[in-house]
């Protein structure tokens, strides 16, 4: 074979397979990357072992597959789409199992397949990958592959000329999008810039696991000259809007087609077989994404890719939609919530290791397995091959050499919980061999990356002092006995170790060597070392210091008491989640850290994040209870598995615990949010909706049974009326909902409603109409939290649909006294302000609105209005004032009232007809109309420039009722202007 040299004569240490083999083949062998082993096809199969994944279909995770099983369900007689999504963390074997299914159904079934590498970006795909596939088969150009070749080409010889179209286009588009969007002549050279470099990037082969994108949030908020928006907008949304709009517009200028328009061409092609499409990692743009998500799914009989996408739960997120769930098989390589996979454990871990090490003394036949029934069950080496000559190593190690089966299952466990995957296993391994193999070590248990690991086994501290290589020897190729660690002899021979001047504590035998364990420590001191006082003297403080009591020496420094209370914690953390209450300490510190950490990201029980609802719970209760406990959760508490966190991050958590019981600034959130904050954030948005489902959207809150309506719905019910309260001169609409929402002034009652309410309803009730106003800030952020488009603007087509669907009217009048009685005083708004003294109030207000309806609507101050006072030309009615005040003889009660008037302008006039107009129109409406009409005439009757024109004394002076207000002043200045 070309890669392997011809054997020399074995030097210590050194296997002579090892001389035989070239660094280009470890290095392809212990690739982190499956795809680089399966390049070779013999290789891959020979340290392939094979797997086990979790059935997504199973919502537990708890049932297992064969790789053989995930293979059987590709068909040829299959119609439509077919997709297989490979789901896991980093490093769990997806790429494995990607290798074993494309090989299999390329080699055995003879299927076209085009690979997509773990660093193909989108442009590669569309510009090299698929082209490259249809031409190799179909012995032709694809069709469209020019456009792509072309903005390639334009991306890497023309990068400024392409960027600065793009931004221009995106900047225009924006502005079409209703986007308020300004931008200077230097801020968009800055910009250009930016997209320039960015579309370098994208012709470049990327790195693992790297999205398509011009514009990220991160990346928005620390360039400035990105942020080209007006007006308050989250940063996600703007760089979402900006980052979709500089894509759009290079695909427009290039009549690019997308991914999944391209691969149904391609797919067209296929008559007598299915193509397959493997993707290695699915990390391409967003937008690509959801378009090709839609085109798999779709149930079209004539598609006939099969699909086999391999990524992290991140890059698939967008695949987990309901039909996609229904129509594609999913598979879990990791159990949920950790990296470890079923096919690796302490009991497998080396023979998942040993045909890596096997395949180096492959090449002459050293090395072979019987693999019937999956086992690796090592032959004899046949006559003639380096092993059979050589016969240095015992059965037990050959194929494993320079390790052996302890030394490789401690790795495993040394692992930290969370690196116990399958790539970590690997480099380390690759790591230790390397360092071997290049002769930086002279025995593999030296190793640089194994000092890390946590290795509990430990020999006589005179071991560690005076023969150091035995010590790391026994800790990694010794077994443990009662009182020894047992190293065989062999390995002692093969590294060259010396066996003279040892120190009593090691045995060598012909056969074996001995090790004892931890126990020849320095023996305490007689006396104190500084006055000689005996040991009797010695005093132990609370910290473990101990101390001479006649001179205060310090014999040895103890830890402090939260050292101790951690270590405590800890140990008994693997204990605990078997019986937490058991270990009532570590209990109530893993209780009060998940607490707190669950109160931090709620933002105190907040709701919405930011917003002015929160749940107060009470400082004595957790907001959930374990699956096992005695108590059902109560209507406030989620179900917490304790399984569901790994040892490690239960061993950081009870730290953070003991910290905020004992110290509590001490205590690390962001390392804790670092940690397990993904996870707790799942748990957050459960204890969300679980306050939401038992206090503000269940069928026995708010409203009256089967009213089909939820909180969302009093909310805008709510915020139209208050909006209705605030201004009765404008019909209550979505677009009104929205100018009011971006205004900067507070609600308030009208000014000219208080004094005309009063005089409608009853003392005991005008009070609900302010009490309601006080709640009208908190409702008015929550509704725009619900209902915006972005911070400064609601969602007009959504608020108008949910308008035309549940009237304001029609949600307030299915509230229920009885009901809004369930709601627990401790869903608040702020301190004194809770959810059901406010809907409470509502119910009263609509009940008090009805009597306005009733009592209040005012036809003859409408009436007065449109029939006398629309039309006064203001500027005329001056002229004559003007003229009145030069005559002596004027009645000075009526050059006193009409000065008054002329105080009012014609804007005045016209919006007391439009309101009055306003009332006539709404007045035969529905409820919510006729409510707006008898506010609307209220205000008419106490607006100042309506008192006013009444005020003015015309008894006597002629016209009539029909007449408008300008005929009277013009017969009245009759008698005195010429």
């Not at 999205?211 to 979402?240: C, M, R, T």
């Not at 488009?789 to 608020?799: M, Q």
């Not at 919006?911 to 009332?919: I, P, V």
Request: glycine letters at 6%; one cysteine or more; a negative charge.
């Amino acid at each position: 074979m070309s890669n392997y040299a011809t054997p020399v004569e074995s030097e210590n240490g050194r296997c002579p397979h090892f001389d035989a083999v070239d660094e280009k083949t470890l290095r392809r062998l212990f690739s982190k990357v499956a795809a680089v082993r399966s390049e070779d096809y013999d290789l891959f199969s020979f340290t392939h072992r094979p797997m086990e994944v979790y059935d997504g279909s199973d919502p537990r995770a708890e049932r297992t597959v064969s790789e053989d099983h995930v293979y059987r369900q590709f068909s040829e007689e299959r119609e439509g789409n077919f997709v297989v999504v490979i789901e896991g963390v980093v490093g769990t074997g997806k790429s494995e199992l990607c290798a074993y299914l494309s090989h299999r159904l390329e080699t055995e079934d003879d299927r076209p397949t085009l690979h997509i590498d773990k660093n193909d970006d989108l442009m590669t795909i569309l510009s090299d990958r698929i082209p490259e596939f249809y031409e190799e088969h179909f012995g032709e150009e694809l069709p469209g592959a020019s456009e792509f070749k072309n903005l390639k080409s334009d991306i890497e010889h023309n990068p400024q000329t392409v960027a600065n179209n793009a931004t221009s286009g995106a900047i225009l588009n924006l502005r079409r999008l209703d986007y308020e969007v300004e931008t200077t002549a230097d801020q968009e050279n800055e910009i250009r810039d930016y997209v320039a470099d960015k579309l370098v990037q994208l012709v470049q082969r990327g790195e693992y696991d790297r999205k398509v994108q011009f514009v990220g949030e991160k990346e928005f908020e620390q360039n400035d000259y990105l942020q080209i928006f007006e007006g308050d907008i989250q940063s996600s949304e703007a760089a979402s809007a900006f980052d979709a709009e500089l894509w759009r517009e290079i695909r427009d200028r290039y009549d690019t087609a997308s991914l999944d328009q391209v691969l149904e061409r391609v797919g067209e092609r296929f008559e007598d077989t299915r193509p397959v499409l493997v993707f290695e990692d699915f990390s391409i743009a967003a937008m690509e994404a959801k378009k090709l998500r839609n085109y798999m799914e779709r149930d079209k009989t004539s598609d006939n890719w099969d699909f086999i996408i391999a990524g992290t739960h991140d890059s698939t997120e967008v695949l987990h939609t309901q039909t996609a769930g229904d129509r594609f098989e999913f598979y879990q390589t990791n159990t949920p919530n950790s990296n470890s996979v079923p096919f690796l454990t302490e009991q497998t871990a080396v023979d998942f290791v040993r045909p890596y090490l096997g395949y180096i003394k492959n090449h002459d036949e050293s090395v072979r397995y019987d693999r019937d029934d999956d086992s690796f069950d090592l032959k004899s080496a046949p006559a003639g091959s380096i092993c059979a000559g050589c016969g240095f190593c015992d059965e037990s190690f050959r194929d494993l050499f320079p390790f052996n089966e302890p030394f490789l299952r401690r790795i495993y466990t040394s692992l930290e919980e969370d690196q116990q995957s399958p790539r970590e296993l690997i480099m380390v391994v690759f790591e230790v061999l390397r360092d071997f193999y290049d002769g930086i070590i002279e025995v593999p248990s030296s190793a640089d990356v194994l000092k890390p690991l946590r290795n509990t086994v430990s020999v006589a501290d005179a071991v560690y002092d005076e023969a150091e290589e035995y010590a790391d020897l026994a800790k990694w190729y010794g077994v443990e006995e009662d009182t020894v660690v047992v190293i065989d002899r062999k390995f002692v021979d093969a590294f060259g170790l010396s066996v003279d001047g040892l120190p009593d504590e090691i045995e060598v035998g012909s056969q074996e060597v001995r090790v004892n364990k931890t126990g020849g420590t320095n023996p305490p001191p007689e006396g104190c070392p500084n006055c000689h006082a005996p040991v009797s003297k010695f005093i132990t403080e609370s910290d473990g210091t101990i101390k001479c009591g006649e001179c205060s020496e310090i014999i040895s420094r103890g830890r402090s008491s939260l050292e101790i209370k951690v270590e405590e914690a800890k140990q008994e953390v693997d204990s605990w989640l078997e019986k937490p209450r058991k270990y009532p300490d570590t209990n109530m510190y893993i209780r009060r850290g998940l607490r707190d950490l669950l109160k931090d990201l709620t933002d105190d029980f907040r709701l919405y994040e930011g917003q002015p609802l929160r749940y107060n719970l009470s400082s004595e209760k957790a907001p959930y209870v374990y699956p096992d406990s005695n108590d059902a959760p109560q209507w406030d508490q989620i179900l917490l598995n304790r399984e569901d966190f790994q040892r490690s991050d239960l061993r950081q958590l009870v730290e953070f615990g003991v910290r905020r019981v004992e110290k509590p600034r001490s205590a690390n959130y962001e390392k804790m949010r670092e940690r397990i904050g993904t996870q707790l954030t799942g748990y957050a948005k459960r204890w969300r909706q679980r306050i939401f489902e038992t206090q503000l959207d269940n069928e026995n809150v708010l409203y009256k049974q089967h009213a089909q309506l939820n909180f969302s719905d009093f909310l805008l019910a709510s915020y139209a009326t208050l909006v209705l309260l605030d201004d009765p001169t404008k019909p209550v609409t979505a677009e009104r909902l929205n100018e009011r929402y971006q205004s900067d002034e507070d609600l308030s009652l009208d000014s000219d409603l208080k004094k005309a309410l009063k005089g409608v309803v009853d003392k005991a009730d005008y009070p609900h109409f302010s009490n309601a106003m006080e709640d009208a800030a908190y409702v008015e952020s929550l509704v725009g939290e619900i209902f915006g488009v972005s911070a400064s603007a609601l969602d007009v087509p959504k608020v108008r649909r949910r308008l035309d669907r549940n009237p304001p009217y029609k949600v307030l009048q299915m509230l229920g006294r009885g009901y809004i009685q369930n709601i627990e005083a401790r869903v608040r708004f702020e301190t004194g302000h809770n959810v059901k003294d406010f809907a409470d109030t509502m119910y009263d207000v609509r009940k008090v609105l009805d009597e306005v309806v009733k009592r209040g609507y005012d036809d003859e101050t409408v009436d007065y209005v449109t029939s006398t006072v629309e039309g006064t030309d203001m500027d005329r009615v001056g002229e004559i004032y003007d003229s009145l005040r030069t005559y002596d003889g004027v009645d000075a009660e009526f050059r006193e009232a009409l000065g008054k008037v002329c105080r009012h302008s014609n804007e005045d006039v016209v919006a007391a007809g439009e309101t009055a107009r306003l009332a006539h129109e709404l007045s035969s409406g529905d409820n919510f109309d006729q409510i707006t009409a008898a506010l609307a005439s209220q205000k008419l009757s106490n607006l100042k420039v309506v008192t006013r024109f009444r005020e003015v004394p015309f008894a006597g002076k002629g016209g009539s009722s029909g007449d408008s207000i300008g005929g009277l002043f013009q017969e009245v200045s009759s008698h005195y202007v010429e």
